[in-house]
Nanobody, 114 residues
Framework: QVQLVESGGGLVQPGGSLRLSCVAS????????WDWYRQAPGKQRELVAG???????NYADFVKGRFTISRNNAKNTMYLQMNSLKPEDTAVYYC????????WGQGTQVTVSS
């Protein structure tokens, strides 16, 4: 069974950077599009960024120009490079595949605060 493991979160100052990783253990990673989501307390989970099988990327308006999504199919891993972080980026970040979503992983907490 495929398991999703997110990592790389932490506490950073506004304007700082983090690099998140999503490992899909047991997945045929390369044949799926993958997405990053986030969920802040009291809010719904929202799409942050996505990457297609081709490598084509898409981003929510609120992260365009600041975040970069990438993938390494050989490692069954997806990344989210987050720069110029803002307090409103504070959330738990999750990954999942676009088609046939898997059970959600634990997510990784990102806290942006001074």
């Amino acid at each position: 069974q495929v398991q999703l493991v997110e990592s790389g979160g932490g506490l950073v100052q506004p304007g700082g950077s983090l690099r998140l990783s999503c490992v899909a253990s047991g997945s045929i990673f390369r044949i799926y599009a993958w997405d990053w989501y986030r969920q802040a307390p009291g809010k719904q989970r929202e799409l942050v960024a996505g990457i297609a099988i081709s490598g084509m990327t898409n981003y929510a308006d609120f992260v365009k120009g600041r975040f970069t999504i990438s993938r390494n199919n050989a490692k069954n891993t997806m990344y989210l490079q987050m720069n110029s972080l803002k307090p409103e980026d504070t959330a738990v970040y999750y990954c999942n595949r676009r088609q046939g979503p898997l059970p959600w992983g634990q997510g990784t907490q990102v806290t942006v605060s001074s």
